[in-house]
C-alpha cells in the first residue's frame, strides 16, 4: 500500500503539487488524468523515491520513503515496474537485451532469465521484433517494449506514464486490456493518461490532477 500524505512539491519557486492526500490500495487499479503540465510525471517521480518531497510523506507499507536508505530505496524501486513517459530504452541493446536487462540487474536467476523475458514479449506481442533495436521500432513498439521491461519480473507495483500515447486507438485497447490483467495477477496498477476515452470500462479509481491538487473523481 502507498499512502501519500499532505505531499507538496515545488520546483524552481513553482508549486506543482499542493497538499495531496492519496492512497494507493495494495492490488488496486489505479488512473491519474489531468492537463499537460500539471505535474503527473513529477507526481511519479515523487513515488519512486526520485524527487524529495517538499513537504508531507510518502509511506510504503508503512514505512516512509524519505526514511529508506539507500539499498532500500533500491529494494523498494525493484518492487516497480516502471513504463516512462519517453520510454528510456537502452539505443545499444535490442529488444530482448533490453527486457533482459531489467532482470539483471535485481539479480535474477540466470537460468529463468530467458524464458520470463520470452513470456513478457509474447504478452505484450512484441516477439517479432525481439532482434530489433530501439531505433528500428516504431513509436508503438517502442512502448511495448517498456511495457515489457516494466513487467518482466512481475513487480508488485506497476506504474505506467502514458502507457497509450503512441499507439492507435485498437493498440491502445490492447494494452490498457493488458495492464487490466496485469492487475488482476495482484499488482498495483496506476496509469497516468490524457485519454480519458481509455477509461471506459475503467473498473478503479480515478483521480483527477489539476490546479496542483488531487482528486479522486
Ligand atoms: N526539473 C524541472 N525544473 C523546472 N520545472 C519542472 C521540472 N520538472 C518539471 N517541471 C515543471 O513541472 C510541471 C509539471 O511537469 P510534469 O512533467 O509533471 O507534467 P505532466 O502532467 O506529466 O505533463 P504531460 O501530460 O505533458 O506529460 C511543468 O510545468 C514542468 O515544466
Ligand atoms: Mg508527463
Not at 545499444?92 to 514479449?121: C, D, G, S, Y
Request: glycine share 6%; hydrophobic share 40%; charged share 25%.
Amino acid at each position: 500500500m502507498i499512502d501519500i500524505q499532505n505531499l507538496s512539491f515545488e520546483i524552481a519557486g513553482k508549486t506543482i503539487l499542493d497538499s495531496v492526500d492519496v492512497a494507493f490500495e495494495k492490488s488496486s487499479l489505479n488512473a491519474i488524468i489531468g492537463p499537460s503540465g500539471a505535474g503527473k510525471s513529477t507526481l511519479l517521480n515523487l513515488l519512486m523515491g526520485l524527487y524529495k518531497p517538499s513537504k508531507g510523506e510518502i509511506l510504503v507499507n508503512e514505512i516512509k520513503l524519505s526514511s529508506l536508505k539507500k539499498n532500500s530505496r533500491q529494494k523498494y524501486r525493484q518492487n516497480i515496474g516502471m513504463v516512462w513517459q519517453d520510454f528510456r530504452l537502452l539505443p545499444k541493446k535490442n529488444v530482448f537485451e533490453n527486457v533482459k536487462f531489467a532482470l539483471e540487474v535485481i539479480n535474477f536467476p540466470k537460468l529463468e532469465m530467458e524464458k520470463a523475458v520470452l513470456t513478457a514479449l509474447e504478452k505484450v506481442g512484441l516477439s517479432h521484433q525481439i532482434n530489433a533495436y530501439p531505433r528500428e521500432l516504431s513509436g508503438g513498439e517502442k512502448q511495448r517494449c517498456a511495457l515489457a521491461r516494466a513487467i518482466v519480473h512481475n513487480p508488485s507495483i506497476l506504474i505506467c506514464d502514458e502507457p497509450t500515447g503512441n499507439l492507435d486507438l485498437k493498440n491502445a485497447r490492447e494494452v490498457i486490456e493488458l495492464l487490466y490483467k496485469v492487475n488482476k495477477n495482484n499488482t498495483t496498477v496506476i496509469i497516468v493518461t490524457h485519454n480519458v476515452d481509455l477509461l471506459d470500462n475503467f473498473n478503479g479509481q480515478v483521480f483527477l490532477l489539476e490546479d496542483s491538487r488531487l482528486k479522486l473523481i
